[in-house]
Structures are given as structure tokens and as C-alpha cells.
């Protein structure tokens, strides 16, 4: 009996995290965006969460430092971890995803982040400009921690629904 309440948990456990499996984990000019995005969606829904879905590509410096910055950064990791499915959506030479990019407004910079809600609806679109500390000299520069986390939490699905802390 106990064998097999644990089977059954197993089973009900098991779906968001091949989920989270099937997102990428990079900007990769060869994923279909358009299922990605119907993959995040889904997850979404099961999970309560919002969709924040991350616009750039390998060649852009800021992508890979906002990646190397969220890795850093537990307690923004663990915010984005409870409260949004991270999608990446490569905009490169080799593949600028138009059809799925063009249902939102066109990216001012990279990266770009939109905030979605579990069905797809726009909630919020940005630059990562605000997000970023400023400094005389240019090769210091980084994201701003709690600047970050004010964005992440602005658009967080409320703690009292979800019961997760912000």
C-alpha cells in the first residue's frame, strides 16, 4: 500500500519537472519558439505561475551576464524558480522567431523580458535598461540585485494565492 501511494505520488510529481526538462536552457536558434511557448503556457497553468519569457541570443553580452547573475543570486533564483516559468527565446541572425515575436511589442534591446499570464496575455514588456547598476566604467557594470527582485516581485503571482513567499 505504501509502495504504491509513493508510485502515485511519483506519478503526480513527475510531469512539471520533464516540463521544465523541455524548456530551453539557453538561446537556441534551432527550438521551435512556438511550442516552447505552449510548453511554458501549460506549466504555467499546472504549476500557477507566470511566464516570463526572456528575448535575446548567445552573441548578446547582457544575456549572458543576467544568466551568470540570476545563477548568483539564490534568493532571485529561488523567487523566479516559485513564482515564473523562464522561457528563452533565441533573436538571432539565424533565427529571429517573427512569428512568435511578433505578438508582442518589438524588443528595445536585449534582453527583453515579457511577463505573461498563464494563458498567454501580456501582462508586461521591458528592456532590462532599469535593472542594471550604473558606474563610470562601463566593464563594472552588472545587474542591480534588489532592482531585480522589485521587478520580479511586481509581477509575481500574490503569495496568498499561491502560498510561496515573495
Not at 516552447?36 to 541570443?57: E, F
Not at 549572458?64 to 548568483?72: E, P, Y
Not at 527582485?149 to 499561491?162: C, E, G, H, P, S
Amino acid at each position: 500500500m505504501l509502495c504504491r501511494s509513493l508510485v502515485c505520488l511519483l506519478f503526480l510529481l513527475l510531469p512539471p519537472v520533464l516540463a521544465a526538462q523541455d524548456l530551453p536552457v539557453g538561446f537556441d536558434p534551432q527550438r521551435d519558439a512556438a511550442r516552447d511557448l505552449a510548453t511554458a503556457q501549460n506549466q504555467a497553468q499546472t504549476t500557477g505561475r507566470r511566464v516570463l519569457v526572456d528575448v535575446g541570443g548567445q552573441w548578446c553580452g547582457w544575456c549572458r551576464k543576467l544568466d551568470r547573475f540570476i545563477a548568483s543570486q539564490p534568493q532571485i533564483k529561488t523567487l523566479i524558480d516559485n513564482h515564473y516559468v523562464w522561457l528563452k527565446v533565441n533573436y538571432s541572425a539565424e533565427n529571429r522567431n517573427t512569428a512568435v515575436l511578433s505578438r508582442w511589442p518589438k524588443p528595445r534591446g536585449f534582453p527583453y523580458l515579457l511577463v505573461l499570464d498563464p494563458n498567454g496575455k501580456l501582462l508586461h514588456a521591458q528592456g532590462v535598461g532599469g535593472l542594471e547598476t550604473e558606474t563610470e566604467n562601463e566593464a563594472d557594470e552588472d545587474y542591480d540585485a534588489g532592482r531585480v527582485m522589485a521587478f520580479l516581485k511586481r509581477y509575481a503571482i500574490a503569495a496568498k494565492f499561491r502560498r510561496l513567499p515573495l
